[in-house]
């Protein structure tokens, strides 16, 4: 089983992963850990990545997808995955695309974590993180809705989202994911919600 989880910044992606990692034997790739143990280690990439997270900017996309594939082409991955903060843009989710179909070994599932952003920014408050700042909070969320957001449409119109509410407890939403109906494509209609994928 290969999937991506999806969701704003503080909506416990990590805390299900880990979960669904779990249960179903699949190797959980965080980029965001990723990204801070190569900062930790002071590598190349690391010096690279450190103003972006500080400012809570994303990473050049040739940066992280370069990070991401590497990683995915190793042995263990092939047992299946789940990512945890990969694809956050199209063009990232493009270049997983391409690389996943010239491996014969395509995405099964894009989970969506859907909580409201009072929620969110009352989560990373308390959360701690270094870019756990109030400010770098806001620049964050705004950049899911910018950049990361259109990833709701690009893999609903594959027949691949799953939506879950994630607020409740982490037993509740646990429950939610591994029950998700799956979300029929959308079709353009008449201006519900914006969206347009004629
Ligand atoms: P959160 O979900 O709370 O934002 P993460 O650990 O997933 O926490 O991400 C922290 C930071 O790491 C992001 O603000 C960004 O700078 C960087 N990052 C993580 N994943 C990506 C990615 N796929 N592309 C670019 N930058 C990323």
Redesign the pocket.
Known sequence: MRVVLL?????G??TQADRIAARFQLVHL????L??ANVAAGTPLGEV?QA??D???????EV?VAM?LERLGQPDCARGFLL??????VA?ARALDAYLAEVGAPLDAAISLEVAEEALVAR?AGRG?A??NARTIRH?LG?FASSTRPLLDYYGGQGLLFSVVAEGTIDEVSERILHAPREVPRRATSGSDGVDDS
Not at 55 to 60: D, Q
């Open positions: 969701g704003p910044p503080g909506a992606k990590g965080a980029t965001g850990d990204l801070r990545a972006y997270l400012s809570g900017e994303l990473v050049p996309d992280v991401m945890d903060g990969f694809p956050r843009s990232q990373l993180r870019d756990d964050r950049v």
